[in-house]
């Protein structure tokens, strides 16, 4: 398949107040992403809180984003779990639902060790002929997948194509990036990475940000695999406080809790995430109203001075 590139949002699950899922904004997010010129969206991720959802909720949400999209941008769909088998059920989940390649995260909790690892990945691909990429995130598994180990699976399960990195490791994914094969996209997990690590050649970012600006990140994405450093760079610093506030606490809280601020879906979670406190709450509220994000707001349009 195509190498996958660009900007791809991890998008927010919205939920009605009973706790349902909210397929209507549900789509009409996923229209709001693909009008602003987002490569590729990653549905049923720790942003959309995914951990939370039955097997139906979780069929439900990526066929009605596999169904908006219709084509126009590869849908990833988050399908890991630290139990192989529930990992090979989400991939038939998601295959029937309509996505084109699976988001595998690394077990968690079980921490196994690189045959591990390759007999997990290889029996998601012999049960499931899809595309896969690895996840990398040893904040949330308690363990981090090296540049060796990456590259070694890639080797042993030829399914694998690619890796979300979020290790924060910037040499690991230079020697990743280095030594890894033509067809394999290194994307970045950390949307406070993505500059560093497409300027030494990764392949794009499964961002958090994109969620609340998808013009605004696709095009400074564009701008850094185009090879404009400079420019990328001013567009960086311009996103970067609205990167670091969407982690002021644990993530989705502060971006689904923005994206309701800007009218998109309603600010409901699912235990144990609870909403946040009072006083980050209005720490976001002025980052939002600095970016021009929240209505009625008068602020300039982010990247207004680089266009």
């Known amino acids: 398949m195509k190498k996958i590139t660009g900007a791809i949002t991890a998008i927010v699950t919205p939920f009605q107040k009973n706790g349902d899922i909210d397929v209507s904004a549900l789509k009409n997010f996923v229209q709001f992403q693909i009008e602003n010129g987002i490569n590729g969206i990653v549905p049923c991720g720790s942003t959309g809180e995914a951990a939370t959802m039955t097997n139906d909720e979780y069929a439900l949400v990526v066929k009605t984003v596999a169904q908006e999209v219709a084509g126009e941008v590869p849908v990833i769909a988050g399908a890991g779990s630290n139990n192989t088998q529930k990992a090979i059920e989400f991939s038939h989940l998601a ?6 390649v ?4 690394t077990p968690f909790y079980n ?3 690189l045959n591990g690892l390759i007999a ?3 029996a998601i691909a012999e049960a499931v002929n899809m595309p896969i990429l690895l996840y990398n995130v040893p904040g949330r598994t308690g363990l981090n997948v090296t540049d060796e180990m990456t590259l070694t ?6 399914q694998v194509i690619g890796v979300k990195e979020a290790s924060g490791d910037i040499i690991q994914m230079m020697n990743i990036i280095k030594n890894a094969p033509s067809y394999f996209s290194v994307l970045s997990g950390d949307d406070a990475l993505t500059f560093p690590l497409l300027s030494l050649g990764g392949d794009g970012i499964i961002s958090v940000v994109s969620n609340e600006v998808p013009e605004e990140f696709s095009k400074f994405v564009s701008t850094a695999l185009s090879g404009d450093f400079a420019k990328a760079r001013k567009m960086h ?3 970067l406080d609205l990167m670091n506030i969407n982690f002021i606490e644990t993530n989705p809280q502060p971006v689904k809790t923005a994206l309701a601020m800007m009218g998109k879906m309603q600010e ?3 235990l144990p995430l609870v909403p946040m406190s009072d006083s980050n709450k209005q720490l976001l509220k002025e ?3 600095q970016y021009g994000l929240m209505p009625n707001s008068t602020s300039q349009q982010l990247f207004q001075s680089y266009k």
């Open 102 to 105: 699976l988001l595998h995260v």
């Open 95 to 100: 295959k029937k639902a309509g996505a084109d």
């Open 153 to 158: 699976i890639a080797k042993k399960v030829p």
């Open 111 to 113: 921490k196994p060790t």
């Open 120 to 122: 997990h990945y290889k």
């Open 237 to 239: 610093y311009q996103l």
């Open 268 to 270: 409901v979670f699912r």
């Open 287 to 289: 980052v939002l109203e």
